[in-house]
């Protein structure tokens, strides 16, 4: 169990969570990491990771902490700042004439320079699996990627470039757990051996995606949206704050006991991370499941 970030800028502003003292990033993993078992890193959506992090995370965590890598976001059909990428990639684009635009999507990069972000992106990660402290590489595909033989011919392409590395799919479209479609969408994910992320989320909108339990890899995953329904679809939000603005209620989390509990019977672990990441919301919605799961499934 754990909470997708530690640095949030919110969460240390706020001075309710992490103690008098604890100003440093090596300050504030070491004591994050006394407190949960697992954290989901978030910037790697935003640029590349780096090997250097990755080693200075191996140096600072216990040897049983786990780090749940999200996906660099172009290669999750998101749109992608030209910015975001390295700047001797861009100057590459640029001498072939590509460089012009301020965003692009992956279909947009030549072949040559996917295969090298795909490079750097995982040696960055592979210290974390060379000290068994790498969880899953999370890739969360943007809300408008949806079912279709284009889209399966992608995620096996990442499934390949992510050969050695546990890997989960987050699908954020509803079509995805429609009668017509989860049936092949499972079987795919069960051959790559590719975990499904259950979500907890704002339902009655036409993207919900429903609270759906699978096991499909090694891991089971749920993330925690929390269930803020006036921010859901808020326009003109600047930070991921405000859109995932929530404290769960008891009543609230008590109806994944039963879920966490079939998916701990047929995964080797299940993983539970809360992405509500206004102030001090993440660690205090995990330890009031923690407290719930111990009550219930002990």
Aim: with cysteine; net charge positive.
């Amino acid at each position: 169990m754990g909470t997708a970030s530690w640095t949030d800028r919110s969460l240390i502003e706020c001075r309710r969570y992490y103690p008098p003292g604890c100003n440093s990033a090596e300050a504030r993993l070491r004591f994050y990491a006394a407190q949960f078992p697992l954290v989901e890193v978030d910037s790697s959506y935003y640029a590349l990771p780096s090997r250097r992090n990755s080693l200075l995370w191996v140096e600072r965590t216990p040897a049983d902490f786990l780090f749940n890598i999200k996906a660099f976001r172009i290669f999750t059909g998101h749109h992608t700042p030209i910015t975001a990428l390295p700047s001797d990639l861009r100057a590459d684009l640029g001498a072939q004439g590509r460089g012009a635009r301020s965003s692009l999507y992956y279909r947009d990069l030549p072949a040559e320079i996917r295969q090298e972000l795909w490079q750097r992106f995982t040696a960055a990660i592979v210290p974390l699996k060379q000290a068994g402290k790498l969880g899953s590489v999370l890739l969360q595909l943007a809300p408008w990627v949806v079912p279709g033989p284009r889209v399966e011919r992608h995620i096996r392409e990442c499934r390949e470039y992510l050969k050695d590395f546990h890997v989960a799919v987050e699908f954020r479209n509803r079509r995805w757990q429609e009668p017509a479609n989860l049936p092949v969408t499972l079987r795919m994910l069960r051959e790559l051996n590719i975990s499904y992320v259950a979500v907890d989320e704002p339902q009655g909108f036409d993207s919900s995606v429903p609270p759906l339990a699978q096991v499909t890899g090694r891991y089971a995953i749920v993330r925690f949206h929390g269930r803020n329904r006036a921010t859901w679809h808020k326009r003109g939000i600047a930070a991921s704050a405000e859109r995932f603005d929530y404290y769960y209620r008891e009543s609230e989390l008590a109806e994944w006991l039963p879920r966490i509990a079939e998916m701990r019977r047929q995964a080797a672990e299940v993983h539970l991370v809360f992405n509500t990441n206004n102030e001090d919301q993440g660690p205090v919605n995990a330890l009031l499941l923690h407290q719930l799961l111990g009550e219930g499934l002990s």
